[in-house]
């Protein structure tokens, strides 16, 4: 981008003062303008049609380029940004008037991408994939060059443009834009005769479109891979992208903790951590990695996590470095095979101990009566007492 070139259509130099900037843009567009006498002189000297349209669309184009300065320039917040160079095309002109004069509106160059989700495996992020996928794709009729029909005509409005020029009246000013030309719908064709037997008057064919896609290792949820021109074709526009969009399937035993480390919940019977003995778990890959057990009669197995160190996911763009799978023992009780006899035992247990229940209660009953009779008896004797004093 021409650091200057704002500067320059408008003949300033950098350091231009507001003042200077709406004086300079002032001038140019009294010369410039579509409506402007000296433009309107020029066009009465001119013989032909396309004479005059050529020297239209120039004073149209100077007239866009002015406006198009002056609306960054003129502006403290837009100048500041063009200063330091951002790209002239992320200026939007949209708000403005000038903005929908004279073609200044921005069009697409190519049309829209074609976005497919396309699902991969917790196995596939860990070593990475290269998977076909059919994506039909519209592609323009070379039968009938995308029109639709065989027999075809320039439109005689447009010149085939698809566009004409629109005089607008606008608080008294007379101003020019672009808009569609009717007799042709904006195609700049006059279609004529039976529609194309190929596509069947529709311009467009699908095609079955085999794209192979190499999926590299740690490829996270949303990743985009792009292949330009790899989408439709739109007539009068280049072929848009096809964008592939990654969604990584949840799998039923491995779960992302983060992008890069795994979590597992490993049933373990409380038989087997009771032995001490390492533990072995199944890592994503197949592997079997083997944990040293933790002090359980420190640790609450249901808190604490254990780690594998490097059998996680790998990182994205530098799959050389490898996250942890990290384990939550959930204890087990298996029964033994012989549940029968351990039931019987458990009967004999607890009855021993509802026998000896039975009996501490039948004890304690009895000391209650004991106790109560004495009281009893004591209470009948002061009472006596006490009638033989009243007596
Ligand atoms: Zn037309
Ligand atoms: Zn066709």
Redesign the pocket.
């Known amino acids: 981008m021409d650091r200057l070139g704002y500067y320059k259509t408008l003949g300033l130099k950098e350091n231009a003062t507001q003042d200077e900037i709406k004086s300079a843009y002032r001038k140019l567009a009294q010369k410039y303008h579509p409506d402007a006498p000296g433009v309107t002189e020029e066009l009465k000297k001119l013989k032909t049609n396309e004479e005059k349209d050529a020297l239209n669309k120039e004073m149209q184009k100077k007239f866009a380029e002015i406006s198009a300065a002056y609306e960054v320039l003129s502006d403290q917040k837009k100048r500041e940004a063009y200063d330091s160079g951002v790209d002239e095309g992320s200026f939007d002109f949209g708000d403005s008037i000038f903005g929908s004069f004279f073609g200044r509106s921005k069009r697409p160059q190519k049309a829209e991408p074609k976005v497919e989700n396309i699902t991969v495996t917790l196995l596939d992020v860990l070593n990475g994939t290269t998977k076909k996928y059919k994506v039909p794709r519209k592609i323009l ?1 070379k ?2 060059d995308s029109v ?1 029909y065989k027999n075809s005509s320039t439109c005689k409005k447009c010149k085939g443009t698809g566009v004409c020029i629109e005089v607008v009246n606008m608080g008294g000013m007379h101003l020019q834009r672009e808009a569609h030309c009717k007799t042709c719908s904006g195609r700049g064709i006059i279609v004529q005769g039976p529609p ?1 037997s ?2 069947s008057g529709k ?1 467009r064919k699908i095609e079955e479109n085999t794209v192979e896609l190499e999926i590299p290792k740690g490829v996270c949820e949303g990743t985009q891979f792009l292949f330009p021109n790899g989408g439709d074709e739109e007539p009068g526009l280049g072929a848009g992208d096809l964008i592939f969009v990654v969604n990584v399937k949840k799998d039923t035993r491995f779960h992302q903790l983060t992008q890069e480390h795994l979590y597992v919940e490993e049933h373990v019977p409380i038989k087997a951590l009771l032995t001490l003995a390492p533990l072995k778990i199944k890592t994503l890959g197949g592997k079997e990695a083997e944990v040293k057990m933790p002090d359980i009669s420190k640790v609450d197995l249901g808190e604490e996590f254990l780690c594998v160190f490097g059998e996680g996911l790998p990182r994205q763009k530098r799959e050389n470095i490898r996250g942890n799978l990290f384990v939550r023992i959930v204890p087990v009780f298996c029964a033994p095979k012989d549940l029968k006899q351990l039931g019987s035992e458990l009967v004999e247990h607890v009855e021993k101990r509802e026998n000896r229940g039975a009996l501490e209660a039948k004890f304690v009953h009895r000391r209650t009566i004991r106790d109560t009779a004495g009281e009893e008896r004591e209470e009948s004797r002061s009472g006596s007492s006490k009638e033989c004093r009243t007596m």
Request: charged share 10%; net charge negative; hydrophobic share 0%.
């Open positions: 009729c039968g009938c639709g194309c190929e596509c311009g």
